[in-house]
């Protein structure tokens, strides 16, 4: 089997595709650090990586704009334009466990599009670079009538026989609140080649899909983008559409991320041999600008759940994940199941069983995580 070789990555990556690469990390060392590392940050790639050189780099601002402009990499981080700004964001592939969806029901066969994540297609990062906010105004602001802002990125794939570039698009109004970032930087250390060198879009709170990376051009629209990766992936279907009756019409545009959680450590199916309690550590995620306030976890299926002190809770930014940890008391021998759920500021919970919300492209999967551990105490 043919293998994509990258010092980029870890060498342990969990490749949920060989080809384009698509990697998550090991699961318990996800949660070990609040800062996701570089190489450890999960990939997800539609086509090729790009091989781009900063000097020849430009990027075109143009469409429903007041006046187009090409901008050098050089423009882009000129100060005195452009101040620097850093923000703590966790980007989410709405994939993440879709794994679950599968084994529940199998949905939409494209396997080259439904990767098959587990828990770790979620990464947290400090991303330095500039407010597209500010370029936009620089390129004299948005025509009227203009709401959404296309991005194209310069890798290439193949869908049904035909060649696309990547491109998305997020409206206006996220842009204008600061909420998306074009970045160079990733964790204080230059973006990497696989996540998007020299320049990418993050958006807060979105799911990944609309982050853009190798960026080389931002267009005023009016409407989202009619692309296919917009119009056709990165729908949520009703739980009526199957094989039978699946249209793209039927979908819901996926933009905000929902609150949702994993537990990371212990791992699925594992015997712990204890005196008392199991200790159990984890993400906690909220999209759309709302932050984890509360997880629960429970050693019974979600009978008893016992709080995870807010002392156990990382640090609370607007646009990041909080890693948890708690010890579980148990005292039963035998197969338990564990599960973890997570209220966000505004109160939002998950799902309770993963059938709650299957759909037919598999997204989202925000059900409260369940996993089975043989307890010998
Ligand atoms: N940008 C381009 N140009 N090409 C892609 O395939 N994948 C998107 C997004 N941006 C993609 C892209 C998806 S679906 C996700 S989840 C994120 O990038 C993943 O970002 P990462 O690979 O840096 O973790
Ligand atoms: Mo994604």
Redesign the pocket.
């Known amino acids: 089997s043919w293998k994509y070789v990258t010092k980029e990555k870890s060498d342990d990556m969990i490749h949920v595709l060989q080809f384009?690469y698509n990697g998550e990390p090991p699961r318990d060392r996800l949660v070990q650090t609040e800062f996701t590392p570089n190489e450890d940050?999960?990939?997800?790639?539609?086509?090729g990586i790009p091989e781009i050189e900063p000097e020849k780099y430009f990027v075109e601002v143009d469409g429903l704009v007041k006046e187009p402009q090409s901008l050098s990499f050089a423009d882009i981080q000129d100060e005195t334009k452009f101040p620097h700004k850093s923000l703590v964001v966790t980007?989410?592939?709405?994939?993440t466990r879709r794994i679950e969806q599968i084994h529940e029901y199998p949905g939409d066969g494209d396997e080259l599009i439904n990767a098959p994540w587990g828990e770790g297609?979620i990464?947290n990062a400090r991303y330095t670079g500039v407010s597209l906010k500010k370029i936009i105004k620089h390129c004299g602001g948005l025509v009227d009538g203009a709401d959404n802002i296309e991005f194209y990125?310069?890798?290439t794939?193949f869908k049904k026989g035909q060649v696309y570039?990547?491109v998305?698009s997020v409206p206006w109004r996220k842009v204008k609140a600061n909420e998306v970032l074009l970045a160079w930087d990733m964790n204080g250390k230059p973006l990497p080649k696989?996540?998007?060198y020299p320049l990418?879009?993050v958006v807060c709170g979105y799911?990944?899909?609309?982050?853009?990376?190798?960026?080389y051009r931002i267009k005023g629209i009016r409407g989202p983008s009619m692309a296919p990766v917009q119009m056709k992936e990165?729908l949520y279907y009703t739980p009526q559409v199957g094989k039978q009756n699946a249209m793209y019409s039927n979908g819901f545009s996926i933009q905000d991320m929902p609150v949702s959680s994993a537990i990371m450590s212990p791992i699925d199916k594992k015997v712990i041999v204890h005196s008392g309690s199991i200790s159990l550590r984890g993400w906690a995620y909220s999209g759309g600008g709302h932050w984890p306030i509360r997880v629960e976890v429970s050693g019974d299926g979600g009978s008893i759940w016992y709080e995870v002190p807010p002392a156990n809770l990382s640090t609370k930014y607007y646009h990041g994940w909080r890693l948890w940890s708690i010890d579980l008391p148990v005292d039963a021998e035998g197969w338990l199941e564990l599960c973890v759920r997570c209220w966000d500021n505004a109160l939002n919970t998950q799902p309770t069983f993963v059938r709650s919300a299957w759909n037919w492209d598999l997204h989202v999967t925000s059900s409260c995580h369940r996993i089975k551990v043989y307890s010998v105490n």
């Open positions: 384009p940050h999960f990939v997800r790639n539609h086509g980007l989410q592939c709405s994939g297609a990464g990125g310069c890798d794939y570039n990547y998305v696989i996540h998007g990418r879009v799911i990944g899909a609309r982050s853009c990376k190798w960026l990165y």
